[in-house]
Every structure is written in structure tokens, then in C-alpha cells.
């Protein structure tokens, strides 16, 4: 028993879990040949739910990535129409206060004219 330990700790390569687990089932009588064939079947199960392990945090920290930009992009986007409608707002009251300097400029000569050009 000890010699096909010592095959199955160098097949398992210092994995202490899968030749544990490999030991415990030949200790309750799982034929040593059997154990040796699915060693490469447990490895390959635990190198994908590792692949499978590693793809998930990548996607969270993508997610988390794109989260982040897409907020970026929303704050510029509202300070970018924001700057908009304070240059719209601007524009506006430019014009109101030239009307209201035209309209003022009217005024004196409408009374210019009353003084001048009595009806």
C-alpha cells in the first residue's frame, strides 16, 4: 500500500487535496488503477472550475470597469449641457437686456418726435 501511495502522491504532483482525497478512497477500497485514471479527469475538473473561478472575477471587475466609465461619460455628458444651457441662458439675457436698450432708444425718440411733431 505504501509504494502505490508514493505513485499516486508523484502522479497528484504535491496537490495535497487531490491526493488526499485520492488516499481516502483507496483506503476504502477503490482498486489503485481506477484512482490512477481519474487523476488526469480531477485535474482537468479543477483546472476549469479555476478557468471558470478566474473568468467570473474578470467579469466583475469588467463590469465594474464599465460601470465606472459609464458614469464618467454621464458626468460629462451633464456638465457638458450644463456649460450648453449657461451659454443658452447667457445668450438670452444678452438679448433681452439689447431689446431692452433698443426699446429704451425708441422710446426717447418716439417723445423727440411728440415734441417736434405735435399731432
Known sequence: MGNALNTLSSATKEDTKLYNCIKELYEQGVPFDEL??????MKRTREQLRIKRMLENNNEVLAAMITKEMSFLLDAKERQEEEQ???????IRQQQSFRKETAGHQG????LKRLFLPG
Open 108 to 111: 426717447a425718440a418716439q417723445r
Open 85 to 91: 444651457f449657461k451659454k443658452l441662458d447667457q445668450l
Open 36 to 41: 490512477k485514471a481519474l487523476i488526469p479527469d
